[in-house]
């Protein structure tokens, strides 16, 4: 049983609502979040590490931002908020 403090994480599919494009990509990530209660957006490496964090709003649909810093590799974005945690994976070139 979880504890009142813990967060299920969901991890989407590719196939599910939350889909990163381009994926893989060099430069740009971009989601469309529809409706959603998310708050924060994290970037966290395959090692949990959270590289960066992005706070967003609840009216916001598209989430963009530049990647181009980071290492070739495979990255989570981490969405957060309503008592959720959901998750999906790209690959930066």
């Not at 967060?7 to 381009?22: A, C």
């Not at 966290?44 to 649909?61: F, M, Q, S, Y």
């Amino acid at each position: 049983m979880m504890a009142s403090s813990e967060k299920r994480i969901v991890y989407e599919p590719l196939s599910g609502t939350l889909k990163p494009y381009p994926n893989p990509t060099t430069g740009n990530i971009t989601m469309e979040l529809g409706m959603h209660n998310y708050q924060w957006i994290n970037l966290v490496d395959l090692n949990g590490r959270v590289i960066r964090r992005w706070a967003t709003n609840k009216g916001e649909t598209r989430f963009t931002k530049n990647v181009s810093f980071l290492e070739s590799g495979t990255y989570i974005l981490r969405l957060e908020g309503g008592g959720e945690v959901k998750a999906v994976q790209f690959i930066k070139m």
